[in-house]
């Protein structure tokens, strides 16, 4: 794994990058957030809350790595 840093006057930008299986986290659904947790599966609320706090989330799989983006 490799994580890359960016950063800018207003803004940071991180790309963390691998090699494992092809993984697009952003092509789940998002959580049923009107559900209680006691009635909601595991799993899903990180990168829900990482796409709902961060101005830009990107993933691509290119050249046999995952490459998600944030910023």
Known sequence: MRVEVFEE????EITFIDNG???????KADPDTTLSIEDRP??????????????AVNFEYK?????????
Do not use: H
Request: aromatic content about 8%.
């Open 42 to 55: 595991i799993g899903g609320m990180g990168i829900f809350i990482v796409k709902k706090s961060m101005d």
């Open 63 to 71: 050249e046999g790595r995952n490459i998600l983006t944030i910023r």
């Open 21 to 27: 299986v092809p993984y697009d986290p952003l092509a």
């Open 9 to 12: 006057l207003f803004a940071v």
